[in-house]
């Protein structure tokens, strides 16, 4: 294995094409599904942000409380779009790199019909009133063994095309992609077992949580967010990746380092617990300047070329969020930073950036680039990517600055004690106000991605419905 | 060549050295944590929850108002916690104070005011008048520019029988009727009213002016418990 392995090329285009035919109906379901969640998610964030200008809007409704609206803006993005967008991407990833058709095209969609049935069962028992309490992991029992098992099916599928795959070489992407399958399936069934079914007792619950929640973002959506990058990049610029090695020696530490909890400094627990996890955020340090040396050495020379194609667009800015709200997350690990920016809008800021900036922009990037050539149609409305593509960026971009600087700020004004809690509000309202904007934007951002997708949706049924009648 | 089952061992170690860190560790060392005596008093702490404390944090559970508020203060230099007055005679929170709860509520966001000692600071009326309205100035306590939502659904409208509900609220509504909790409200109420880690156990032993005079001024050990004279 040299330092410079070849990226996987395209010779045999027809039978790639072949193939990649294979996942239409299922990729079709997870992504028409993935941002049907994602659009309602934003909706629901929008709500929430209204709340804080107007306290009395939709308060007569015990089911509409910002506390459940807010958990249901994250679950529905974390687990509707997150893990549907992502499975959807490494299917398709393990079908092209593999050169193989996906293991089972039938039971698949029948899979992510059921997991779609899961997450509609929890976020309508959240909204009646029975969440589990537990921060990301409100679905109630019922909804959330749904959602695994039917998670551990499309997983398993996924693996089968992988053992499968016609190309034996395999590439960083495909690790990235395997690791969060495997991740998500343990982190999950943890989480099922000893907070819901045996829960165990006081604030170990507290551990395990904060523990699942930093697993969910930082591996299961983050290796799949940078799957995407280390594919796409060098792909789409025609370039070879700068250096297998490097990107291995990434995917091993940040695997190592990476899923080491996330407990807040002065959590009520013996103090090695967020020591460990503070020592193991900063050393994550280590895989971001190995990624983004990487990165960089692959595009050198050719950022011009970055501008020429949505999908390379969408990867490229979600790399650069990737790395925004990593280092915030070291630099808020910190100590004498976490004392004041802990429990504030900073750490809300970081979170959003990674799910709606990093991970979703990824994910985009890849349906752009996949659907069109799965389906052999080209997108209805290229204005509408272009569309989806500034007014998330655009909506990201201003609810994140406006929450950072709010967030920092409510972390100085608190320090004071001087200061009420409805004067730090007052002070942090303009941030909100702005933040709202930026929900805004996000939300019809998601409904132009959404109504172009349906409106491929619909062209290629009415071909498919053309080429049955002749 | 193929990597698989390299990458699978490799991911499966990461995956274990994480979880036994954060998931097995834990719960070896306080999975197993008992009640203990508190210091100098030597009643038993923490108390479980019983009745209507007990249904009011399934109604805090079920209206996620973990979102906006949190349940731990922390330690001096770790935040401004016990500067602001949350921490009771400063005293911050350990692992032993959330021992019977299920589940633990510690929440992320601070919206709102910490809570892991509000039943010392607030009295149960005035917890029950921020639900109905925090903003309301004919209600005791209210806090003037509070983005607390109102939560009307947690209380009702019932016609005055003979003489007022001494529940009900100094609120102007319809002649002949009045505001009052419901049995949620209520239940609510006294589990926030129970929230308070006032007392000085083995983890925070009081402070060296609090401790009775009786005890040795030098020595390693944690205070123990001791009979009140």
């Known amino acids: 294995m040299n330092a410079t392995t070849t990226h996987p090329s395209n010779t045999r285009n027809d039978v790639v094409a072949g193939v990649e035919s294979s996942c239409r109906l299922p990729l079709m379901v997870l992504f028409i599904s993935a941002l049907s969640w994602l659009l309602l998610a934003t909706v629901f964030g929008l709500i929430a942000s209204l709340k804080f200008h107007m306290p009395q809007f939709l308060a007569g409704t015990p089911n509409l409380t910002y506390g459940r609206v807010t958990a249901l803006q994250a679950d529905c993005a974390l687990y ?10 490494i299917l398709w990833l393990f079908v092209r790199l593999g050169r193989t058709p996906v293991a089972s095209s039938l039971m698949l969609t029948i899979a992510a019909s059921f997991f779609n049935f899961a997450i509609t069962l929890g976020v309508v028992g959240v909204f009646c009133g029975d969440s589990t309490g537990f921060q990301n992991f409100e679905f109630p029992p019922y909804a959330a063994w749904t959602m695994w098992i039917s998670y551990i099916v499309m997983g398993v599928i996924a693996i089968l095309t992988y053992s499968n795959r016609d190309e034996q070489q395999t590439y960083p992407s495909q690790w990235f992609g395997l690791t969060s399958l495997f991740w998500f399936a343990w982190i999950c069934a943890t989480a099922l077992l000893l907070l819901l079914e ?7 619950q507290s551990s395990i949580n904060w523990w699942y929640v930093h697993n969910l973002h930082t591996i299961v959506l983050g290796f799949t967010g940078l799957a995407a990058i280390f594919y796409f990049i060098p792909k789409l610029l025609g370039r070879q990746l700068f250096s297998r090695q490097l990107a291995l020696f990434a995917f091993w530490t940040l695997a190592l380092f990476g899923s080491w909890g996330a407990v807040p400094n002065g959590a009520p627990l013996p103090e090695w617990i967020p020591a460990m996890s503070t020592v193991g955020i900063v050393l994550t340090a280590i895989p971001i300047i190995a990624i983004v040396l990487n990165i960089w050495q692959t595009i050198r020379g050719h950022h011009e070329r ?10 490229y800015v979600g790399l650069m969020f990737w790395v925004i709200a990593s280092v915030q997350l070291i630099v808020g690990a910190v100590p004498s930073v976490s004392s004041l920016t802990d429990f504030t809008w900073f750490t809300v800021a970081q979170k959003n950036l990674w799910v709606y900036g990093f991970f979703a922009l990824t994910m985009f990037g890849a349906m752009y680039y996949a ?3 799965v389906m052999g149609i080209e997108w209805p409305s290229p204005a509408m990517i272009k569309a989806h593509f500034w007014l998330t960026f655009l909506g990201v971009v201003l609810s994140y600055i406006a929450l950072l600087v709010g967030g920092i700020a409510q972390g100085y004004l608190l320090t004071n004690p001087q200061n009420s809690f409805a004067v730090i509000l007052k002070t ?15 939300v019809v951002g ?14 290629a049924a009415g071909r498919e419905l053309k080429i049955s009648k002749s | 060549m193929n990597f698989g089952p390299f990458v699978f061992i490799g991911v499966f170690c990461t995956m274990i050295i994480s979880w036994a860190t954060f998931v097995f560790g834990p719960q070896v060392q306080i999975g197993g944590v008992q009640p203990e005596l508190t210091v100098p008093a030597g009643d038993t702490y923490p108390i479980y929850r019983t009745g209507a404390e007990k249904r009011g944090l399934d109604v805090y559970r079920v209206n996620n108002c973990a979102a906006c508020h949190t349940q731990q203060v922390r330690p001096a230099g770790l935040g401004p916690d016990l500067m602001r007055g949350w921490g009771m005679r400063q005293r911050y929170s350990v692992a032993e104070d959330y ?5 633990v509520m510690l929440g992320t966001q601070r919206v709102g005011p910490d809570l892991a000692n509000v039943g010392a600071r607030l009295d149960r009326q005035i917890i029950l008048n921020h639900l109905y309205d925090a903003r309301n100035e004919r209600l005791p306590g209210f806090v003037r520019g509070s983005v607390m939502p109102p939560y009307p659904f947690l209380f009702k409208k019932q016609k005055i029988d003979r003489t007022p509900s001494p529940d009900a609220l100094p609120v ?8 009052v909790p419901t049995s949620d409200a209520q239940a609510l109420a006294s589990y926030v009213a129970s929230l308070r880690q006032t007392v000085y156990i083995f983890e925070v032993p009081p402070p060296a002016s609090d401790k009775p005079i009786t005890m040795r001024p030098a020595t390693n050990s944690p205070a123990t418990p001791m009979p009140a004279k």
């Open chain 1, 198 to 204: 045996h829960p165990v007792r006081g604030v170990v």
């Open chain 1, 306 to 315: 970055l501008d020429s194609s949505w999908p390379l667009k969408f990867t």
């Open chain 1, 446 to 459: 998601q409904f132009a991605g959404l109504l172009n997708l349906v409106l491929l949706a619909v062209r």
């Open chain 1, 80 to 89: 509707g779009f997150g893990l549907q967008a992502g499975m959807a991407f």
């Open chain 2, 99 to 103: 021992l019977y709860d299920y589940p």
């Open chain 2, 172 to 179: 102007v509504t319809e002649a002949g009727y009045e505001i």
């Open chain 1, 371 to 373: 659907l069109p050539r």
């Open chain 1, 428 to 442: 942090t309202l303009m941030a909100v106000r702005v933040s709202t904007l930026g929900d805004l934007l996000l």
